[in-house]
């Protein structure tokens, strides 16, 4: 696992590079969701994929950025998923961006999922690693330093509310705005990476992404971006769902299967099961 933590330290300190000076630009390929790949997008995919294929105890990796899984080493005893470079988008407004990673044993499922990283590009390079606890690093100097572990708290004052609001069912609208006459703070950039990570430091709140009129299944990937935080926000004491159960207990059926969700601490998160368990009736 060591190998593959430093693979991902090295691709962030190439992505960095990457965004401050690379073009923002659109190229002329779609990913497997449909979405116009930026160069950025491009690039940062063939940054982590040439690190990881040189990591012996990687069997096989998969990018949001592309269609397939790639067999890496036979012998090798992780897989991982990722996204190189999610909210590539705000990039060209300077807003933070992000690289996920979710690693894997035996089968890309939420079940076998037994680590989970992030890396948030803004004023300043920071990673997060979740094992069996949360830990974040800094980037100072070209090395990352240990800052602090990150534990949710039973309850938060921050919501991130994903997704088209004219496409939100009523009894989720009618949750939200509910949330926001109870005094939390809206927080939103459009940003996972950089949302959700504040949401953690902050010490806890709800990040939704639910499923809408338009995307009944939502729009965050379950391998690539959805199962990785759900990993890290229970490690860190919290909880994700997907409106009725845990995400990670979802049944995968495709490598770009997308799902409703919802990021918090368990207060915010029994208060969403309650009000769609309500709706379910
Ligand atoms: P891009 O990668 O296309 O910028 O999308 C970012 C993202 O996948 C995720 O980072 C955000 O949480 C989500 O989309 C924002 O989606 P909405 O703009 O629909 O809220």
């Known amino acids: 696992m060591n190998e593959i933590l430093e693979a991902i330290k090295k691709s962030a300190v190439a992505i960095k590079a990457l965004i401050e000076t690379g073009d923002t630009g659109k190229s002329d390929n779609e990913n497997s969701t449909g979405d116009t790949q930026l160069k950025l997008d491009i690039q940062s995919d063939i940054i982590i994929e040439d690190l990881f294929a040189q990591v012996a105890s990687v069997k096989a990796i998969v990018s949001e950025e592309q269609d397939e899984i790639k067999n890496v080493n036979a012998d090798g005893e992780y897989l991982i998923a990722y996204d190189p470079l999610d909210g590539s988008s705000l990039v060209d407004v300077n807003l933070s961006v992000g690289s996920i990673f ?11 999922l037994v680590a989970a990283v992030y890396v948030v590009f803004g004023p300043r390079v920071e990673l997060v690693i979740a094992t ?17 572990k990150i534990v949710l708290n039973p309850k938060g004052n921050l919501k991130a509310p994903g997704s088209t609001q004219s496409c939100w069912p009523d009894h989720h609208k009618k949750m939200v705005d509910d949330i926001f006459n109870d005094g939390y703070r ?68 495709h490598i770009h299967d997308t799902s409703p969700c919802f990021f918090g601490s368990n207060v915010e998160i029994n208060r969403v099961l309650e009000v769609y368990k309500e709706h379910a009736k």
Do not use: C, W
Request: hydrophobic share 35%.
């Open 102 to 112: 979710g690693i894997y044993k035996n089968d890309f499922t939420g079940d076998n």
């Open 132 to 148: 069996d606890e949360v830990k974040m690093y800094r980037l100072l100097n070209g090395d990352f330093h240990f800052m602090q």
């Open 186 to 253: 809206l927080r939103y950039s459009g940003g996972m990476v950089p949302d959700l990570h504040q949401i953690l430091l902050k010490g806890g709140g709800l990040f939704s992404y639910p499923g809408t009129s338009d995307r009944p299944k939502g729009k965050l990937r379950q391998l690539f971006e959805v199962f990785p935080f759900a990993y890290v926000y229970e490690q860190a004491g919290g909880a994700a769902i997907d409106g009725h159960q845990r995400v990670l207990d979802i049944k995968t059926e």
